[in-house]
């Protein structure tokens, strides 16, 4: 059934304004739900009713734009619920993303730095590069970036970060 004529959306698409301080004229619009969801998403106290929203929603995209982008906001426990309520044909780009979360967490602690080669790296996407460019506090991993990441830009965001590691750098370059 479309958004046109579910009274379940339409309710929890109501309390979620509510909750967050924003009405919306037409929930049937998913312009609006996207307005609301992206609002909803800021506020901890509205991320359950977000997801039994999401959940409902009859537009897979919309439904897959707010999985992504709450990825990064709950908790890693809870990726694996939120991704596997989205429709099977647009699940794969967050499962990619939740997988790519885990491994960003998983260098920003230091877990298991060791196994990270250049063929690691390769096998990242840009985003991930850049990410772990932006945030690692390894050197073995940030001087394999700076080597190995597939842009220019991610090589210069790793070498930065490497040089700005001083003394304590781990791996040189």
């Keep these: 059934m479309g958004a046109d004529g579910d009274p379940v959306l339409g309710d929890l698409v109501r309390e ?10 037409d929930w049937r619009d998913e312009h609006a739900r996207w307005g609301l ?9 509205a991320v359950d009713l977000l997801r039994r929203a999401v959940a409902v929603d009859p537009d897979p995209s919309l439904a897959s734009a707010v999985v992504v982008m709450m990825l990064e906001r709950i908790d890693s426990s809870q990726r694996a619920q939120w991704v596997g309520m989205l429709d099977p044909s647009v699940r794969r780009f967050s499962e990619v993303r939740s997988r790519e979360l885990g491994l960003l967490e998983s260098v920003r602690s230091g877990d298991d730095l060791d196994s990270i080669d250049s063929n690691t790296v390769d096998g990242w996407s840009d985003w991930l590069q850049r990410r772990v460019a932006e945030s690692a506090r390894d050197g073995r ?11 220019k830009r991610i090589r210069r ?5 490497l040089d700005g590691l001083g003394d304590g750098n781990v791996g040189g370059r």
């Excluded at 965001?157 to 970060?161: L, N, Q, R, S």
């Design 141 to 151: 991993v940030l001087s394999l970036l700076s080597r190995h990441a597939r842009t």
């Design 157 to 161: 965001i790793a070498g930065e970060a």
């Design 37 to 45: 969801y992206s609002r909803a998403g800021e506020h901890p106290e």
């Design 16 to 25: 979620l304004g509510a909750l967050v301080a924003l009405e919306i004229p």
